[in-house]
């Protein structure tokens, strides 16, 4: 058993400390209690830990899908409004909502 990275000689002392302290009457009690508080605070700092990664994990995901969809980007696919690039698929700007549909049609091809 090695809480708080303490050895067995200094886990003694303490034990002898709070003999002299809190009583032998009551030290089994209060002992108790300091396991249950220093587990449940052992719990909880794993909890803040996992929950602290996950949220690393995700702000990164978040990242690298903000960076693909800029690379994603096709040109050719601009705003006539606003002139910002727009993915080929989409259907409306990013930027100023313009409908990107709408094209003109194009005619005079072929004959
Ligand atoms: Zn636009």
Known sequence: MDIFGIGAGELFLILVLALIVIGPERLPEVASQLGRTVADLRRQANQ??????????????????????????A???????????????????????ANLVERPADGGSGG
């Open 48 to 73: 803040l830990t996992a929950e602290f990664q996950r949220s690393l994990e995700l702000a990164a995901q978040e990242r690298k899908e903000q960076r693909l969809a800029a690379t994603v980007v």
């Open 75 to 97: 040109p050719g696919a601009v705003c006539p409004s606003c002139g910002a690039r727009s993915t080929r698929e989409a259907r409306y700007c990013a930027s100023c909502g």
